[in-house]
């Protein structure tokens, strides 16, 4: 099973969001998204002020098995984007929780949020999908 932090919350798309003192969110892709998809070659990620909607494609992750979109869990204004991954897109394999975060986005509404899973909703998720 893969390493699923407690403290984060989790969209379909595999994506992991940490709600910060500030009221931003980093966001990342998470331990079972980077270990299926191998060895990451190549990372892009969005200019800082871009607004973002959610479900809405805003970065991109290539591994030598393929290339994903990343969708930002949440509508809001990306403030900060890991700019260190494209010199080291091996991060995200090495950890994806830490390191190889993606971006940090300033919420529009904080209530989308709630449309999130916790832990244990994204285990139970994980194990529908490998079904």
Not at 12 to 20: F, G
Request: contains cysteine; proline residues 5%; hydrophobic residues 35%.
């Amino acid at each position: 099973m893969s390493e699923l932090p407690s403290d984060l919350k989790y969209a379909k798309t595999h994506e992991w969001v940490r709600v910060q003192d500030d009221g931003t969110v980093t966001v990342g892709i998470s331990d079972h998204a980077q270990d299926q998809m191998g060895d990451m070659v190549y990372v892009e990620v969005p200019d800082t002020g871009r607004a973002v909607q959610a479900g809405e494609a805003c970065a991109v992750v290539e591994s030598v098995k393929s290339a994903s979109d990343v969708y930002a869990p949440v509508s809001g204004e990306v403030v900060e984007s890991n700019a260190a991954l494209s010199d080291h897109p091996e991060q995200v394999n090495q950890a994806p929780y830490e390191a190889g975060w993606l971006l940090r986005i300033r919420p529009s509404d904080p209530a989308e949020l709630k449309h999130l899973m916790d832990v244990d909703g994204y285990r139970d998720f994980l194990a529908t999908e490998e079904h």
